[in-house]
């Protein structure tokens, strides 16, 4: 068919498990004004590399916006309303994250999602994320909206047992990643990024995870 062909709206979401979605490309339009307000975020809360409660420093850099974000240090993992590094409160969610966040959940499924929270992932070359699971929310009821910029990566699908078998899923620069329901309790990670330069973000990766913490 010439129009599947030629890929005129872009390639379609695919459902990866009953209840996570790929939307490839989905914020390609939007990314220049994810940036913009990216930008004053960054300023006013620096990516770190946080310690896991073992007192090692974790390979991903972070950074949250919202009104509340996820922390760790030797008490453990959790949420706070304030940046540990300067005290203040983490900088106000930006309109255009939560408006993408909600269309992306929308267009998997989801309705109605509202994320109060914005953990920011970086990722240089050969940094990776251990398989692990997200249960520091309140309520599992809220789906997740994972959003890929820069370099590709290659995520780690697994089930909910850390035993359980894993699918490998590219991530690129513009995609969208929405889990809930059953998903949401799922393993997965980050394999390491290889080098390269992408050509609008450099040597970096960027994912903003969007969530309903609270
Ligand atoms: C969850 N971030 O911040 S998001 C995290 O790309 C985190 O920085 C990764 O895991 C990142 O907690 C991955 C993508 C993702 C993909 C599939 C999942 C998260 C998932 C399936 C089930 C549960
Ligand atoms: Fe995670």
């Known amino acids: 068919m010439i129009q599947s062909d030629l890929d005129l709206f872009g390639p379609s979401p695919q459902r990866l498990a009953a209840q996570t979605v790929l939307l490839p490309g989905f914020v390609l339009p939007q990314v220049e004004t ?11 809360a620096p990516f770190r590399h946080m310690r ?6 974790m390979a991903v850099a972070l950074t949250n916006c919202g ?16 940046d540990p590094l300067t ?5 106000a969610l930006p309109e255009s994250f939560l408006q993408v966040a909600r269309n992306a959940a929308e267009t998997a499924g989801f309705d109605d999602f509202t994320p109060d929270a914005c953990l920011i992932n970086h990722y240089l070359a050969d940094t990776k994320l251990s398989l692990h699971q997200d249960h520091d929310e309140n309520d599992f009821a809220h789906p997740i909206v994972s959003i890929s910029l820069g370099l590709p990566a290659v995520f780690l699908f697994g089930g909910m047992q850390r035993k359980d078998p894993t699918q490998r899923i590219a991530l690129n620069h513009g995609d969208v990643l929405v889990w809930g329901g059953e998903d949401r309790l799922r393993f997965h990670g980050v394999m390491p990024v290889k080098p ?3 050509p609008r973000m450099g040597a970096r990766r960027i994912n903003l995870t969007l969530r309903r913490a609270g």
């Open 34 to 44: 994810l940036l913009d307000d990216l930008r004053p975020i960054l300023r006013a």
């Open 52 to 57: 896991t409660p073992g007192g090692q420093a």
């Open 67 to 82: 009104s509340l974000g996820w922390v760790s240090d030797q008490q453990g993992y959790r949420y706070s309303t304030h």
């Open 87 to 91: 005290q203040q409160p983490w900088p």
């Open 196 to 198: 390269g330069t992408h």
